[in-house]
């Protein structure tokens, strides 16, 4: 199973910081490697796919990069609404695996 | 707009079987794989299972293999999960999702196991 390692599993930033998550995959993965955003009491949302597409509606704010083991999401200018956990996901092979999810707080 | 319905969740006893539904619609939905994913309480994302849109092929995940079946029902644009043997680690809100990347999301459905 390819295991799917988060870091930082969570952080602290302020209104208008960049914030960079990265994730790490176990194997190679290609860029088959998807970003999502959760809110309390609320399903995910897809932000990221291909490790770098933005999925329509998604802010320009949202980058992410990598491929093969290593990617990372930015995060620039963050609002209050960007306070949130963000978890990473591989789709190159079953079973489908996530990371264990990085909360983004109000410092 | 793609929407997707979830149902069928609720309390069961430890050992005791449910079956879910995700109703489907804004899209073709016999041309989509399909997923289920869940979320224990306070814990991360976990994928269940896939069914191919194609063939049927199913996929899941170590810890509900051989006790849930995923399929689906392409003249009702609805996706199931039965499960069965249900313990009380299988306590979690079910998400249904899109394909493998999980491009679209429902709101979830609560399964509780305990006695």
């Known amino acids: 199973d390819i295991q799917m390692t988060q870091s930082p599993s969570s952080l602290s930033a302020s209104v208008g910081d960049r914030v960079t998550i990265t994730c790490r995959a176990s194997?190679?993965?290609?860029?088959?490697l998807a970003w999502f955003q959760q809110r309390p009491g609320k399903a995910p949302k897809p932000l990221i796919y291909?490790?770098?597409n933005l999925h329509s509606g998604v802010p320009s704010k949202f980058g992410g990069s990598g491929s093969g083991t290593d990617f990372t999401l930015t995060i620039s200018d963050l609002q209050p609404e960007d306070f949130a956990t963000y978890y990473c996901q591989q789709y190159n092979s079953y079973p489908l695996t996530f990371g264990g999810g990085t909360r983004v707080e109000i410092k | 707009e793609v929407q997707l319905l979830e149902s069928g969740g609720g309390l069961v006893q430890p050992g005791g079987s449910l079956r879910l539904s995700c109703t489907a619609s804004g899209f073709t939905f016999s041309s989509y794989a399909m997923s289920w994913v869940r979320q224990a309480p306070g814990k991360g994302l976990e994928w269940v299972s896939t069914?191919?849109?194609?063939?049927?092929?199913?996929s899941y995940a170590h810890s509900v293999r051989g006790r849930f079946t995923i399929s689906r029902d392409n003249s009702k644009n609805t996706l199931y999960l039965q499960m069965n043997s249900l313990r009380a680690e299988d306590t979690a809100i079910y998400f249904c999702?899109?394909?493998?990347?999980?491009?679209?999301w429902g709101q979830g459905s609560l399964v509780t196991v305990s006695s």
């Open positions: 999702a899109r394909r493998t990347a999980f491009e679209y």
């Open positions: 291909r490790a770098s």
């Open positions: 069914i191919n849109e194609n063939d049927g092929t199913t």
């Open positions: 194997q190679d993965i290609n860029i088959y």
